[in-house]
């Protein structure tokens, strides 16, 4: 009987080593598996952040593109008012001679240029941008060839030296939400 007891005590030991051996076997699965899903989510949000960074680098482009398209056309629009302002008599005389100035059409192209790209800053601009391009658009007045049909003189529609105060501020705000690093002057 005392060889059984040996018996008995060595299968507890064995079986004792087994649980040991299997619990040690679940620990460190468990803990592989932690690890591993550490790693899977360290990832998701190293991607996640990734493609917020490219989604503010391509809103600043657009931003920019869009931006730099608004001052271009206020350029052109306020260069065809100033010419319209300083040909005012021959413009009156086109219209009365004729229905339309060339003048007048250069103005209303430009016009829908500007127009278009003040829809644009609506879309893709900062609510600061979409503020300083309406008070860049308030320069301007009312319609160049609707001032003129109606017998009204433009050259009350323009302020160049408000236009040229506006501009340069939509420039600092340009400055300020475009450059990726922006200067201090901005």
């Known amino acids: 009987m005392p060889e059984r007891k040996a018996i008995s005590r060595e299968s ?30 360290s990832s998701l949000r190293q991607q996640v ?9 391509a809103a600043r482009e657009k931003r920019g593109a869009t931006y730099s398209s ?6 052109e629009y306020a ?8 040909n005012s008599d021959r ?3 086109d219209l009365r001679q004729r229905s339309d100035s060339p003048l007048i059409a ?14 644009d800053v609506f879309v893709y601009g900062s609510s600061a941008g979409v503020d300083q ?37 939509f420039q600092k705000l340009m400055c300020r939400e475009v450059a990726a690093v922006p200067r201090g002057d901005c």
Do not use: C, P, W
């Open 12 to 41: 507890k030991r064995d079986a004792m080593l087994a649980v040991i051996g299997l619990l040690g076997a679940i620990l460190g699965s468990g803990a592989t598996y932690l690890a591993a899903h550490e790693a899977v989510e």
């Open 49 to 57: 952040s990734q493609l917020s960074e490219q989604r503010v680098q």
């Open 70 to 75: 608004l001052l271009d056309n206020s350029l």
């Open 79 to 86: 260069a065809a008012a100033v010419a319209v302002q300083d």
């Open 91 to 93: 413009v009156l005389h």
């Open 106 to 119: 250069t103005v209303a192209t430009a016009q829908a240029r500007f127009q278009r790209s003040l829809g």
């Open 133 to 169: 391009a309406e008070r860049l658009a308030g320069v301007f007045g009312t319609s160049v060839g609707h001032v003129y049909l109606s017998g009204a003189d433009y050259r009350q529609g323009f302020d160049r030296v408000r236009f040229q105060e506006e501009y340069r501020s």
